[in-house]
Each structure stands twice: as structure tokens, then as C-alpha cells.
T-cell receptor, first 115, second 109 residues
Framework: DVKVTQSSRYLVKRTGEKVFLECVQDMDHENMFWYRQDPGLGLRLIYFSYDVKMKEKGDIPEGYSVSREKKERFSLILESASTNQTSMYLC??????????????FGPGTRLTVL | GQSLEQPSEVTAVEGAIVQINCTYQTSGFYGLSWYQQHDGGAPTFLSYNALDGLEETGRFSSFLSRSDSYGYLLLQELQMKDSASYFCALEEGGNKLTFGTGTQLKVEL
């Protein structure tokens, strides 16, 4: 089974702090994604990556950056956290080679609160 | 860009059949997926339609009509464990997905 893990389930940070959210997948997937989920808004794509050191902006990249130094690890960075970044953050991975229907596999999520 | 609309909430009784609709506006896409998410859990893949028509997977079926810009998820023989949020998602190139706002399904006795 594909396993996607995220570094924390719950995180509380203060405004202005630099925040790192880590995601690791163990199935050698080439694609990795970061979403945020807010009530009534569904899942919105922040950034994604098709390969090591490669990144593409999603629909809401402002205030975020990412890093993919290794194939299995995709990090989301909040350079200066703000209260409007309080949200649930979900990481996902996929492979066009092995996933019928282009299935994305999600981690358990990190609920980030910025005070 | 793409936008997908779903009803925010649907309620049905155990054993019944329920249909969750998804309408979209887009200039082009590869397919329509459905995901299930229980409270506090991660979204999990349910089904995918690349072509128009019905795809069946056990108690769940999904339908797509590109000419009507419309799809739906059909759940049969509802069980209490089916209470969850359901999201439709359009697939762009390279497996990038755009998700709908989600439908919360409540199954009652």
C-alpha cells in the first residue's frame, strides 16, 4: 500500500514565524502535491512537483514556497506565517505509470493554526 | 480556469440510493474523479471517468456526460459508514486535479 506521511498532525505557530511542513511518500511516485482545505472551499492546490527540484504553482501559491530535493520528500514552506494561513494542509502523491484513473494518495493532513 | 459545483449537503436513509451531482465549467479536461473523505481522515479515491458513461465499482457508480458538463456519483445500498464528504475533481494534464467544494452525505437510520 502507498503510504504518504506528514510530519505533524497539529501545529500551532505565531504570526511571522517561518513554518515547514514535510511530506514523505514511499512508493517512488514522481508527482507530489500540496493542498489546503477550508470549509466550503474544498481542496485548493498550492504547489505541485513532477520531479526532483521541479515545482509548479497551483491555484493559490501566494505566501508559500516548496522544496523537492529528493523524490520521496516534498516540503511546503510558509516564509512568514499569517493568520489567514490557518488551515488543514494535505499532501498527496501520484504516478501516471501505476495509478489507474490517475489516483492521488493523500497523507493524513496537518492542521495548522497561526496565532 | 475550471470551477466545479456540488450540493453542500445530502441526507438519505440507510439502504437507500443517493446521487451526488457535479457540474463544471471548463475549457478541457482528461477525466472526472471522485474522492471520499471521512471526518478527520484523508481523501481516498473512489472512481474515475475518462469517457462518457457509467463506471461501476461495487456499490458505487460514477457517470460522466461531457456534452452536459455534468457528472454524478451514485451510492447504492447506503450504509452508515458511507457518511462522509464526497468530492468530484477534474483532471488536467499531468494529473493535476481541480476539486469541487464537496458534498457532505449524512446517512440516517
Amino acid at each position: 500500500d502507498v503510504k504518504v506521511t506528514q510530519s505533524s498532525r497539529y501545529l500551532v505557530k505565531r504570526t511571522g514565524e517561518k513554518v515547514f511542513l514535510e511530506c514523505v511518500q514511499d512508493m517512488d511516485h514522481e508527482n507530489m502535491f500540496w493542498y489546503r482545505q477550508d470549509p466550503g472551499l474544498g481542496l485548493r492546490l498550492i504547489y505541485f512537483s513532477y520531479d526532483v527540484k521541479m515545482k509548479e504553482k497551483g491555484d493559490i501559491p501566494e505566501g508559500y514556497s516548496v522544496s523537492r530535493e529528493k523524490k520521496e520528500r516534498f516540503s511546503l514552506i510558509l516564509e512568514s506565517a499569517s493568520t489567514n494561513q490557518t488551515s488543514m494542509y494535505l499532501c498527496a502523491s501520484s504516478s501516471l505509470m501505476t495509478s489507474p484513473g490517475n489516483e492521488q494518495f493523500f497523507g493524513p493532513g496537518t492542521r495548522l493554526t497561526v496565532l | 480556469g475550471q470551477s466545479l459545483e456540488q450540493p453542500s449537503e445530502v441526507t438519505a436513509v440507510e439502504g437507500a440510493i443517493v446521487q451526488i451531482n457535479c457540474t463544471y465549467q471548463t475549457s478541457g479536461f482528461y477525466g472526472l474523479s471522485w474522492y471520499q473523505q471521512h471526518d478527520g481522515g484523508a481523501p481516498t479515491f473512489l472512481s474515475y471517468n475518462a469517457l462518457d458513461g457509467l463506471e461501476e465499482t461495487g456499490r458505487f457508480s460514477s457517470f460522466l456526460s461531457r456534452s452536459d458538463s455534468y457528472g454524478y456519483l451514485l451510492l447504492q445500498e447506503l450504509q452508515m459508514k458511507d457518511s462522509a464528504s464526497y468530492f468530484c475533481a477534474l483532471e488536467e494534464g499531468g494529473n493535476k486535479l481541480t476539486f469541487g467544494t464537496g458534498t457532505q452525505l449524512k446517512v440516517e437510520l
